[in-house]
């Protein structure tokens, strides 16, 4: 079966960086889109960023702009995401997400991963 099996959380301070990654089995990695979504204290899951099946775009929200850098490597069926300058409003369980478009809309991705903890704290 499908399995996307997120690594990388942890605690970081305010301003450090992380890199999570998410490892994708049991489907064609490279025909599908790849994303990121976050998870804070409600129940809502906001789009953070995604990336089209060979790379070739990639699309971030307004909060990730500019110091998120989603990437993947097909070779090895694994999408990252590069964190930089996190705040405490960062703090969320990340989870990726597999789909055929990378649209910025949870209801566009088919399989999602268990999530891990992101916290931003001093």
């Known amino acids: 079966q499908v399995q996307l099996v997120e690594s990388g959380g942890g605690l970081v301070q305010p301003g450090g960086s992380l890199r999570l990654s998410c490892a994708a089995s049991?489907?064609?990695?490279?025909?599908?889109?790849m994303a990121w979504f976050r998870q804070g204290p409600g129940n809502e899951r906001p789009f953070v960023a995604s990336?089209?099946?060979?790379?070739?775009?990639?699309y971030y929200s307004d909060s990730a702009r500019g110091r998120f850098t989603i990437s993947r490597d097909n070779a090895k069926s694994t999408v990252y995401l590069q964190m930089s300058s996190l705040n405490p409003e960062d703090t969320a369980v990340y989870y990726c997400?597999?789909?055929?478009?990378?649209?910025?809309?949870?209801?566009?991705?088919?399989?999602w991963g268990q999530g891990t903890q992101v916290t931003v704290s001093s």
């Open positions: 997400a597999a789909g055929p478009t990378e649209i910025p809309h949870t209801g566009g991705y088919s399989y």
């Open positions: 049991g489907l064609p990695f490279s025909n599908y889109a």
């Open positions: 990336i089209s099946y060979n790379g070739g775009s990639s």
